[in-house]
């Protein structure tokens, strides 16, 4: 019979083999794992209080990335393998219009950028995702094409919508004036740049008479000195 998912698992293993945690996990979540013969060493995992179906896949699931495996999902197959040979699986492939879901598990995610190029940010992409990640960056569509554990996924997601943000764009707007006619306006506002822009050339010119005017004193000064020495 199906297992209800509200049953709580107690999740209690010191140096337990990989494999006997892996069997326990395929029973309680009743999916198909195919093991291989790399598949060795031993985990641990202590749980305080009972936890449900879900929670206990999570927590082998880390278990198993800290031991230097992940689980690779295809067409309803997972296959557990080595972290560094997860890029190389056919994993599920998210869309850029598509967020993978939590978890240490191994997927491939589209990223589009448009207000940076790839060439901006997938240094920063890279050193974001995990040591076992795959980061490809597609020149021709702005696009990143990341594989990695969901998880961190998510985290550079978040990081990259941060950093893909569009420059300040002049912008145009038609004004409609009832009380003064548009080359009257045009001289005010032409008025009011040149107004600036002279402040900030007068200001320019005023530090640079005034340096002038230091260096001249900073040089009287020493030569006063130098007489007074004679």
Do not use: C
């Amino acid at each position: 019979d199906p297992i209800d998912p509200n049953v709580e698992f107690e999740l209690d293993f010191v140096n337990a083999p990989i494999r006997d945690v892996v069997e326990l996990m395929a029973d309680i979540t009743e999916k198909n794992f195919i093991l291989t013969d790399e598949l060795k060493g031993e985990i641990t995992i202590i749980s305080h209080k009972p936890v449900k179906r879900a929670a206990a896949y999570q927590a082998i699931l880390s278990a198993l990335e800290q031991a230097g495996f992940t689980i690779a999902e295809v067409n309803g197959i997972h296959k557990v393998v080595q972290t560094g040979k997860a890029v190389n699986q056919p994993l599920d492939l998210y869309r850029a219009d598509q967020l993978p879901p939590k978890g240490d598990q191994f997927v491939t995610q589209i990223i589009q950028l448009d207000n940076v190029t790839v060439g901006d940010v997938s240094s920063v992409v890279q050193g974001l995702s995990g040591s076992s990640a795959k980061v490809v960056a597609y020149s021709p569509s702005n696009t990143l094409i990341i594989t990695d554990s969901a998880e961190n996924i998510r985290r550079v997601i978040n990081i990259v919508k941060e950093l893909d943000t569009a420059a300040p764009k002049a912008e145009m707007k038609i004004i409609s004036l009832t009380h003064a006619t548009a080359a009257e306006l045009q001289k005010v506002i032409e008025q009011l740049y040149l107004s600036d822009s002279s402040a900030s050339t007068d200001s320019s010119k005023s530090s640079r008479s005034s340096s002038r005017r230091t260096r001249r004193r900073s040089s009287s000064k020493g030569a006063t000195t130098a007489d007074a020495g004679g």
